[in-house]
């Protein structure tokens, strides 16, 4: 057998196992999976771990934000923008665009392990413009 051929079985096969994001519980497993990884990284972890006090709450309130997002739902009501720029303000205005590479990186390999489909490539093309967005606010509000 051809090794294209072999290439396009096992593609096939390893996208038989993931679905889209589908729903809330989907939404909820992709945060919870990569809350998981933020938390044990060495860069990001003190960060969250040291602000984030209730993690039951911050992942429902993080879900909703994201069920919000890819379904368009008006279910989200916060100011990332200004927790953010808080954050970045306890941590001596640390924050830097490594950071949020870092983040996006895990986000895309959270959702590739988990999730495949339109919904989950808009979740990484609504991140990455997030991340941008973020950064050059939590910036602006620096001055």
């Given at each position: 057998?051809?090794?294209?051929?072999?290439?396009?079985?096992i593609?096939?096969?390893?996208?038989?196992?993931?679905?889209?994001?589908?729903?809330?519980?989907?939404?909820?497993?992709?945060?919870?999976?990569?809350?998981?990884?933020?938390?044990?990284?060495?860069?990001?972890?003190?960060?969250?771990?040291?602000?984030?006090?209730?993690?039951?709450?911050?992942?429902?309130?993080?879900?909703?934000?994201?069920?919000?997002?890819l379904?368009?739902k008006?279910?989200?009501?916060?100011?990332?923008?200004?927790?953010?720029?808080?954050?970045?303000?306890?941590?001596?205005?640390?924050?830097?665009?490594l950071?949020?590479?870092?983040?996006?990186?895990?986000?895309f390999?959270?959702?590739d392990?988990?999730?495949?489909?339109d919904?989950a490539?808009?979740?990484?093309?609504r991140?990455?413009?997030?991340?941008?967005?973020?950064?050059?606010?939590?910036?602006?509000?620096r001055?």
């Open positions: 057998m051809p090794f294209g051929k072999q290439y396009e079985i593609k096939k096969y390893k996208s038989m196992n993931k679905n889209d994001i589908k729903n809330r519980d989907d939404v909820f497993q992709l945060v919870s999976k990569f809350y998981e990884k933020v938390r044990k990284d060495e860069v990001l972890g003190p960060f969250f771990n040291e602000t984030i006090k209730d993690w039951d709450a911050h992942l429902d309130h993080l879900t909703t934000f994201w069920e919000s997002s379904f368009l008006t279910k989200y009501y916060g100011n990332p923008i200004e927790a953010h720029a808080k954050v970045d303000a306890d941590h001596n205005n640390s924050i830097t665009e950071h949020f590479g870092l983040w996006l990186n895990l986000w390999q959270t959702i392990e988990l999730f495949e489909g919904y490539e808009n979740a990484k093309r991140a990455r413009k997030m991340g941008s967005f973020l950064y050059l606010k939590i910036f602006e509000a001055s």
